[in-house]
């Protein structure tokens, strides 16, 4: 059974950071993506992994403030999220697929809300 858990949401000052946590069981060889969803918004895709290897594509609303990494076990990836502000209030979502993981049709987590205080 193929099971994806991110963790590390909350609430945090504008300005501040977080780092959220992604962890896959169940898969073999994947990739993960992760998007948001903010309040009355489309789920949109933030970061996902480009053709070359070790590339991570941001997009243009998190670009220069979110990184991912790899955690010290294969089956953790980070999601590195700083200088937040009001908009970057949402839920997160990790996704993880064998390929195209941003299509949006692998497996998903139930998602972790932060929630920056102004």
């Known amino acids: 059974e193929v099971e994806v858990v991110e963790s590390g949401g909350g609430v945090v000052p504008a300005g501040g950071s977080l780092r959220l946590s992604c962890v896959v069981s169940?898969?073999?060889?994947?990739?993960v993506g992760w998007f948001r969803q903010a309040p009355g918004q489309q789920r949109e895709a933030i970061a996902c992994?480009?053709?070359?290897?070790?590339?991570?594509h941001y997009s243009q609303s998190v670009r220069g403030r979110f990184t991912v990494s790899s955690g010290e076990a294969a089956n953790t990836v980070f999601l590195q999220m700083n200088n937040l502000n009001s908009a970057d209030t949402a839920v997160y979502y990790c996704t993880a697929d064998e390929s195209a993981v941003c299509a949006g049709v692998g497996y998903w987590g139930r998602g972790t809300l932060v929630t920056v205080s102004s």
């Open positions: 169940g898969l073999d060889d994947y990739s």
């Open positions: 992994p480009g053709s070359a290897r070790g590339y991570t």
